[in-house]
T-cell receptor
Framework: AQSVSQHNHHVILSEAASLELGCNYSYGGTVNLFWYVQYPGQHLQLLLKYFSGDPLVKGIKGFEAEFIKSKFSFNLRKPSVQWSDTAEYFCAVNAQAAGNKLTFGGGTRVLVKP | EPEVTQTPSHQVTQMGQEVILRCVPISNHLYFYWYRQILGQKVEFLVSFYNNEISEKSEIFDDQFSVERPDGSNFTLKIRSTKLEDSAMYFC???????????FGPGTRLLVL
């Protein structure tokens, strides 16, 4: 069975700082990879996804993620965060041979100080 | 932009009672899902539903749980006899034909006393 781990539970940083959130998964087959964000009081929203092709994917709000197959990683990055990026970020994996279910990481709470 | 909606937003119930959580998926979507998140834990897959039947379910989805698409728009999760450990946030999601991207509703927070 696949599993997903996110390295940091909490991250605190100042506006304009760079952000990188780690995500590793364990599954030997082909995967689809996702980052979702949950802003305070709101529902899970898709930030970006990787299915195939260019391993560097760009999402909404200036976020990007890089799929490194050899490292089973899909880290999320943003060069310069804003206060409005305060949210919880979830990495999720869908193993293509295992139906449509998503397996989530534990989430990372990001607090951006103004 | 179309969204998945869920009702109620909060529900408090007594242990042993039945609850029905309701979801309205995005209108042209064909795949429907329920997930839950117990406080402080990961979001966990419960069940997926396609073509009026369950396509996959997790170990959590035991005989106490059932899903139904009673009409062309609603998708429901029923818990027959709630337990304390069923207290969680329940998320509905849907995805379209040929799309692996799931869109989530705002969740229903269920508290079992």
């Amino acid at each position: 069975a696949q599993s997903v781990s996110q390295h940091n539970h909490h991250v605190i940083l100042s506006e304009a700082a760079s952000l990188e959130l780690g995500c590793n998964y364990s599954y030997g087959g082909t995967v689809n990879l996702f980052w979702y964000v949950q802003y305070p009081g709101q529902h899970l929203q898709l930030l970006l996804k990787y299915f195939s092709g260019d391993p560097l994917v760009k999402g909404i709000k200036g976020f990007e993620a890089e799929f490194i197959k050899s490292k089973f990683s899909f880290n999320l990055r943003k060069p310069s965060v804003q206060w409005s990026d305060t949210a919880e970020y979830f990495c999720a994996v869908n193993a293509q041979a295992a139906g449509n279910k998503l397996t989530f990481g534990g989430g990372t709470r990001v607090l951006v100080k103004p | 932009e179309p969204e998945v909606t869920q009702t109620p937003s909060h529900q408090v119930t007594q242990m042993g009672q039945e609850v029905i959580l309701r979801c309205v998926p995005i209108s042209n979507h064909l795949y429907f899902y329920w997930y839950r998140q117990i406080l402080g834990q990961k979001v966990e897959f419960l069940v997926s539903f396609y073509n009026n039947e369950i396509s996959e379910k997790s170990e959590i989805f035991d005989d106490q749980f059932s899903v139904e698409r009673p009409d062309g728009s609603n998708f429901t999760l029923k818990i027959r006899s709630t337990k304390l450990e069923d207290s969680a946030m329940y998320f509905c999601a849907s995805s379209g034909p040929g799309s692996e991207t799931q869109y989530f509703g705002p969740g229903t927070r269920l508290l079992v006393l």
